[in-house]
């Protein structure tokens, strides 16, 4: 589910939200993204201010070149040149509000996506991100079951531990979890 808020003068003048399918957290933000500026540029509005928790998608939105969202960046670069081009004094800003700094208007984004439920149906839309991720959460699933089999451990692996002397699990991510300690 994605979803965006309106507001002109503080107060909220509209809403919108759309499901967007299996995808992960940045493409769902990348999708809020492409419907907010949809909306803002059909405004009578000089200026924009986008209030997001992912600067990642935020950056994304605005590059046309080649990745597995290129269409909402294409769709959103679209609306701003027509926006940009209708008036030299048109502008957008983008805005970073981590979701831990529990602004206001951002949780009530944000309790508005995670509350609302929609049916999958037969045939999901479903990024290419997200096949990737539930491909590498299956993969971890299974090195963490093939890593906890006792006579692996003992026989055949050795078990490393962190800081505080817990046991090492498997990861995909920044070098894993065993290279990152290693040094």
Not at 11 to 19: E, G, I, L, N, T
Not at 84 to 91: K, T, V, W
Request: aromatic share 10%; glycine share 4%.
């Amino acid at each position: 589910m994605s979803s965006v808020h309106f507001w002109r003068l503080g107060h909220q003048v509209s809403s919108s939200k759309a499901p967007a399918g299996r995808i992960t957290a940045p493409d769902a933000e990348l999708f809020a993204i492409r419907l907010g500026v949809f909306k803002a540029t059909s405004m009578d509005i000089e200026r924009i201010i986008l209030i997001t928790d992912s600067l990642d998608s935020a950056r994304r939105s605005v590059d046309p070149s080649v990745y597995f969202g290129q269409a909402h960046s294409l769709a959103v670069c679209s609306a701003l040149q027509s926006f940009f081009c209708s008036s030299s004094s048109h502008r957008i800003e983008f805005w970073n509000c981590p979701s831990n700094a529990e602004w206001s208007l951002h949780q009530m984004v944000h309790n508005d996506v995670t509350n609302t439920r929609v049916a999958a149906g037969l045939y999901p839309v479903t990024s290419l991100d997200a096949l990737c991720s539930k491909s590498i959460l299956s993969c971890l699933d299974t090195w963490k079951a093939a890593f906890n089999y006792t006579l692996v451990q003992w026989c055949h692996f050795l078990t490393l531990r962190d800081k505080n002397h817990n046991p090492l699990q498997p990861s995909y991510s920044k070098g894993g979890s065993w290279l990152s300690h290693i040094g």
